[in-house]
């Protein structure tokens, strides 16, 4: 059973930083890219950035280039989303999410994660 | 950024109903277009990919169509079990852009 958990998220001040971890199960981790997805309180969804399985080409939004940087560690199972320079806008539920490709960009999100909270706040 | 439109933003209805969600892209997306269910507290989960496809597991009557810039996400018979908020997704550019969502409630 594939299963994605996040952990990681609390509650910071504005500036701060903060690292989100997603551990994957039941599937081979690297042979697929990863990506994470946020949810403000109340909100839509929304895309923040991607890593590839293979090569680890890496991608993200433009709300956050610059203070995000995704990463993975396959032999750990491991997608991380190193997050710097943090804004209230930036509270939400962080969703890991898995393609059902290697590569970004070709396939839906088939599996999430339970998701874990960010709260930037003085 | 590929902007999408979802309509409605909310849709009352009855079990038993027919409901209809469309979702309007900003530009060409052919059908790379994907459906998600989202329940309170909970994550998305995927129901339809490349605009008609039925994700494993997912009842029949959930369908998709469409392609180029207007889909539609088709519930052919309502169950209490679907309220939820659904959202379309285009994947044919980076940054993957989701609609904005339709929360589904029964009436």
């Known amino acids: 059973e594939v299963q994605l958990v996040e952990s990681g998220g609390s509650l910071v001040q504005p500036g701060g930083s903060l690292r989100l971890s997603c551990a994957g199960s039941g599937f081979t981790f690297s042979n697929y890219a990863m990506s994470w997805v946020r949810q403000a309180p109340g909100k839509g969804l929304e895309w923040v950035s991607a890593?590839?399985?293979?090569?680890?080409?890496?991608y993200y939004a433009d709300s956050v280039k610059g203070r995000f940087t995704i990463s993975r560690d396959n032999s750990e199972n491991t997608l991380y989303l190193q997050m710097h320079s943090l804004r209230a806008e930036d509270t939400a539920v962080y969703y890991c999410a898995k393609e059902v490709d290697p590569l970004v960009g070709l396939t839906p999100f088939d599996y999430w994660g339970q998701g874990t909270l960010v709260t930037v706040s003085s | 950024d590929i902007q999408m439109t979802q309509s409605p933003s909310s849709l009352s209805a009855s079990v038993g109903d027919r409901v209809t969600i469309t979702c309007q892209a900003s530009q060409d997306i052919a059908n790379f277009l994907n459906w998600y269910q989202q329940k309170p507290g909970k994550a998305p989960k995927l129901l339809i990919y490349a605009a008609y496809n039925l994700e494993t597991g997912v009842p029949s009557r959930f369908s998709g169509s469409g392609s180029g810039t207007d889909f539609t996400f088709t519930i052919s018979s309502l169950q209490p079990e679907d309220i939820a908020t659904y959202y379309c997704q285009q994947y044919n550019n980076l940054p993957y852009t989701f609609g904005q969502g339709t929360k589904l409630e029964i009436k």
């Open positions: 890593i590839s399985g293979g090569d680890y080409s890496t």
